[in-house]
T-cell receptor, first 119, second 111 residues
Framework: NAGVTQTPKFRVLKTGQSMTLLCAQD?????MYWYRQDPGMGLRLIHY???????AKGEVPDGYNVSRLKKQNFLLGLESAAPSQTSVYFC??????????????????FGPGTRLTVL | GNSVTQMEGPVTLSEEAFLTINCTYT??????LFWYVQYPGEGLQLLLK?????DKGSNKGFEATYRKETTSFHLEKGSVQVSDSAVYFC??????????FGTGTRLLVSP
């Protein structure tokens, strides 16, 4: 199993350009998440999805859109990139709460990250 | 709301030294607690976890005990190695799956 993969690994954009980050998981997980990681701020949740066709806002959703058309894929879009969106983006996935050996909480599995620079 | 506070880094140690990274939390109900590790250039990996008070999570020589009375989940290791150099994140999960992360603590271990 590849686990969680992210494409691309690096990207440089100019202000106002758009792009899509792709996350794919092969663990048949119901839940998927997008985080951004900034120095001194840890990881902050951008958007998440509890299943195919459903998405919800996280802590810092402004300027981003997401789609979950297939269970294994979770796309993060930037329609008009801004320098404030320079960050490292991580995707994660997990089973539905209540499943697995330990119900009530579940481990999130992270991808390797995408480093995005907006000039 | 839920939050996690970690000691600021970097923490600089010599090989074989004892490690403690402090983590305290604020949460409603009974959260699950986690330590994640991020090695240079990689994503986060779960290091250990605890789901209820007095549980001890352990992995790769690292330990952390869920202390409800002090709302803490401090990470410890008796003898660190150069290969332990990484950023360590404390996190909690309360209710729905969402994880709340601390700001991370960088550990630097020198030979």
């Amino acid at each position: 199993n590849a686990g969680v993969t992210q494409t691309p690994k690096f990207r440089v954009l100019k202000t106002g350009q758009s792009m899509t980050l792709l996350c794919a998981q092969d663990m048949n997980h119901e839940y998927m998440y997008w985080y951004r990681q900034d120095p001194g701020m840890g990881l902050r949740l951008i958007h998440y999805s509890v299943g195919e066709g459903t998405t919800a806002k996280g802590e810092v959703p402004d300027g981003y859109n997401v789609s979950r058309l297939k269970k294994q894929n979770f796309l993060l879009g930037l329609e008009s990139a801004a320098p404030s969106q320079t960050s490292v983006y991580f995707c994660a996935s997990s089973v539905r709460p209540g499943q697995g050996a330990l119900s009530g909480y579940n481990e999130q599995f992270f991808g390797p990250g995408t480093r995005l620079t907006v000039l | 709301g839920n939050s996690v506070t970690q000691m600021e880094g970097p923490v600089t140690l010599s090989e074989e030294a004892f490690l403690t990274i402090n983590c305290t939390y604020t949460a409603t109900g009974y959260p699950s607690l986690f330590w994640y590790v991020q090695y240079p250039g990689e994503g986060l990996q779960l290091l250990l976890k605890a789901t209820k008070a007095d549980d001890k999570g352990s992995n790769k020589g690292f330990e952390a005990t869920y202390r409800k009375e002090t709302t803490s989940f401090h990470l410890e290791k008796g003898s660190v190695q150069v290969s332990d150099s990484a950023v360590y994140f404390c996190a909690l999960s309360a209710g729905f799956q969402k994880l709340v992360f601390g700001t991370g603590t960088r550990l630097l271990v020198s030979p």
